[in-house]
Structures are given as C-alpha cells and as structure tokens.
C-alpha cells in the first residue's frame, strides 16, 4: 500500500469511533496470560538493575578495575545500540509458527544464560578485556530479549486503555524482578557473608529463572499477528520513523527520562555512602524501597492514564519526579529514615515513563500501519530500546567523569572533599535538568485517545488487525 495520510484514508468510508469505544474481548488480557507474559521481567529487570547500578561500582571498587569501568561501559552499550535496528528489522520481517516475537525470545535464552554466568561469576584478577568481551555478548542477549518482549507485549492488544494495562503490568513484573536483584545481596550480607557473594548469588537466580520463565510465557501466551506485508520491509525504514513527529516527541523524553534514573543509580551508592552517609545496607534497602515503590506507583499511572490521555500524565509524572527528586538533596546526613523516605517517594513517578513510552509507541505502530501497510512495531520499540541506552550509556559517563574530578572510584572514603560536592551536584542536578527537558519533549505530542479510535477503527474495516 503506498503511503497515504490517515485523513485521506478516513475520507473512504469513515467508520463512526464509538464503534470500537467498547473495548472487544478479544482485546482483553485475561490474568493468566498477563502474569506469563511477564515472567520473563523477572530475570531480564533483574540483569537489567546490576547493568547500570551494581556492576559498574563492582568491577570498579570490589574487582578494583576503577574508573575505566566507566568507559568500558559507556563503549560496550554504544556498540550495542547500533544493534537495535538490525534487531527490529529482523524481528519485522520474521514470520514461524511460533510468532514473530515469540521466536526471538527463545533465541536469548542461551545467550543470556552463558554471558550472565562469566560476568556475574568473575573473580577479582580479571581485566578490561574479559570484561568488554562478556558484557558485549550479554548486551546483545539483553537487547533481544528486552526488544522481543516489549514488541510482543504491542500486539497483545489494540485498545488504547488495555495497553496501558498491559505495560503497567509489565512494570510490575521488572520491578518484581529489580527488588529481586536489589533484595538478594541485602539478605546474604544480614547472613554475614560478603557483598561479592550476594552480586554472585544475583547472577545464580538470574540463570535458574531465565529458563523456567521463559518456557512459561512461550508456552501459555499467544501472539496476535496482522496481515500486513513483509516482502518490502527495509532496514532504511527504521530511519523514516524519525521523520515523524510523534515519534521524535517519545524519543526526546524517553531520552531525557532514561538519563535521570541511569545518573541515579550509576552515582546511588556514592551519594548516599560518601555524602549522607549510609552504610551499604542502608543503601541497599533504600534502593528496596524507590523500586517497591514503583509497584504501587504503575498503577496510579494507569488509572490516570484513563482519566486523562498517556501523554500529558508523562508530562505530570516527569515534572513530579523533578520536584521530588530535588528534595533528595537536602536529606540530613545520617538520617536513613529521612533517606529512605525519599527514595520511595522517588520510586512513585519512576514507574511512569517506561510503561506510557512503550504505550504510546505501539499506538504510533497503529498509526504506521494504517498509512504504510507494513507493520514496524519491532522497528519503533528498536528505535525507543535505542534512546533508553542511550541515556544509560552516557550515565555510565558519570563515574568516569568522577574520577576525572579526583574522586576516588577504587577507595570513595579517601576522596578529597571537593570531589564530593561534585558527587552531589551530579548525582541532583543532572537528573532533575533532564526530568524537566523529558517534560518539555512531549508538549508537541497530539496522538489523542479519539484518534487513536479513529485508527483502529480503520485498521479494522481493511482486515489488517
């Protein structure tokens, strides 16, 4: 189908939005398929957590490779975005009888679950090169299974509300597998037994869940797939979602959104050991708490999502995060009531972003496939799964650019004090500039519910969904 505006595809045939305003059935998740769809959250969020907050401070400090920590990991996840493209392509272009998504899902388990034992398993001794190699490899398992995961979770359903459910939930199931990862080390340390145990112990339940999970989901979750086109799908297609508007206002938040909680945990344990002056347990449960609170908060996203549209409650969640995000600084020192408090105040609104980013994409793939005929929902997540690492990878800067400031990354109790001041300016200001800009991004988005019925109604009157 050449590509045609969504008004003059109206023009033939409008179909009244309020016949689709009840949502189908067959739109609807049931629980079952839901809680399987999100097994795999578990063990992919809870790699995900060490990938930017555990492992860069564990390989710097405890494995005592220091500042170029940073560095490795800022180069490791730049090659590593060059590779979502070529992921979406594929994944668009892939049709089996396992499904499109499904197929790929199972491809990152064996990835997954060899590179995660070398990186998590690694003795002091190791260089930068052992390192590099196996945080490559585990990169590219964690890009497909992170972008197979969240492409299928689009085809779930095409009501604009439900998806809203569907990634709230998906939300849930990454911060389950977060508080996982953050609440194993706390309890092998009140055990008595070393930090480094617990980061191995965390690499142990990630390798027994990545399997079992999986199986699950493949097993009991089905995969919806449109009848659209594959023959002429190009990998240049990835750059013309660019062009549009929409999806530049979703990546420029998703950027600046990413970029504030990378900046968090990159610096957590610095800020709130060496200037608030907290023990590794304390911090480690009050990292418990922001992500413990991020399960209460998805589904207050949620429920405003339907109240008012996706876009502007990304707006109100980002701008709420900022001001509570600024508070942190002025938490007394010592204090880790206070401390902790603040944490899970932040955890609320950092639930918001990942999910209604995600959201709002699959709506967009709506929008692509009514005016192209083609379905890119794999390119667009491709694209979105870019822009996330993008802002974690230059977050992984921040310790790098510590170390440049004097701050010393293998022994932070010796820094001097004006490297911690720079800790804290970093650590605050950096990420409540980049909450306010993701706020500023999204101000041009006009995607509306009403539309989006439009849409859908379309799609359905052509027999492509």
Not at 47 to 69: F, K, R
Not at 88 to 113: A, E, Q, S, V
Not at 220 to 230: G, Y
Request: aromatic content about 12%; some cysteine.
């Amino acid at each position: 189908m050449p590509y045609r505006g969504v008004n003059k595809l109206a023009q033939s045939g409008e179909i009244v939005a309020s016949q689709i305003s009840t949502q189908p059935a067959s739109d609807k998740v049931g629980m079952g398929r839901m809680l399987a769809f999100i097994a795999p959250c578990v063990p992919f969020a809870a790699l995900g957590l060490p990938l930017v907050a555990t492992l860069p401070e564990y390989y710097g400090t405890q494995l005592q490779l220091g500042a170029m920590v940073g560095a490795i990991f800022f180069i490791v996840r730049c090659f590593d975005i060059l590779i979502d493209p070529v992921l979406g392509h594929w994944m668009d272009r892939t049709r089996t009888k396992l499904g499109r998504f499904k197929l790929w899902m199972l491809i990152c388990l064996p990835i997954l679950f060899v590179s995660t034992g070398f990186i998590f398993m690694a003795q002091k001794g190791v260089g930068p090169i052992y390192l590099g190699l196996w945080l490559f490899v585990l990169y590219v398992g964690f890009s497909i299974a992170a972008l197979s995961q969240a492409s299928w979770g689009t085809v779930l359903s095409t009501d604009y509300n439900e998806r809203s459910r569907i990634f709230a939930w998906w939300q849930v199931g990454n911060i389950i597998g977060i508080l996982a990862a953050a609440l194993i080390p706390v309890i092998i340390q009140s055990l008595g037994y070393s930090y480094n145990l617990g980061v191995q112990i965390m690499g142990a339940f990630i390798m027994l869940s990545l399997p079992i999970s999986i199986a699950i989901a493949l097993w009991v979750v089905p995969e919806k797939v449109s009848n659209t086109s594959t023959h002429d799908l190009k990998l240049s297609h990835y750059f013309d979602m660019w062009k549009r508007k929409n999806v530049r206002c979703i990546l420029w938040a998703d950027l600046f959104m990413g970029l504030a909680p990378g900046v968090m945990a990159a610096l957590f344990f610095y800020f709130f050991e060496e200037t608030k002056g907290l023990t590794r347990m304390e911090c480690n449960i009050a990292m418990l708490l922001y992500f413990v609170a991020g399960i209460v908060g998805a589904p207050i996203w949620t429920i405003a999502s339907k109240r008012m549209s996706k876009h502007k409650v990304l707006i109100l969640s980002s701008l709420i995060f900022a001001a509570l995000y600024a508070a942190m600084y002025f938490a007394p020192k010592g204090n880790f009531i206070v401390c902790a408090a603040m944490t899970f105040a932040n955890g609320i609104p950092y639930a918001a972003s990942l999910l209604l980013t995600r959201a709002l994409m699959a709506d967009i793939g709506d929008e692509v496939m009514l005016e192209t005929g083609h379905d890119h929902k794999g390119t667009l997540m491709a694209i979105l799964s870019a822009t996330t690492k993008v802002g974690y990878a230059i977050s992984a800067l921040t310790i790098t650019i510590l170390g440049l400031l004097h701050f010393n990354v293998k022994a932070p109790a010796q820094s001097p004090a004006d490297a911690l001041v720079w800790v804290e300016i970093l650590f605050i200001g950096l990420p409540v500039i980049f909450l306010i800009l993701g706020a500023l991004a999204m101000k041009a988005y006009d995607l509306t519910p009403e539309r989006h019925e439009q849409i859908m109604a379309q799609l359905k009157a052509k027999d492509i969904v």
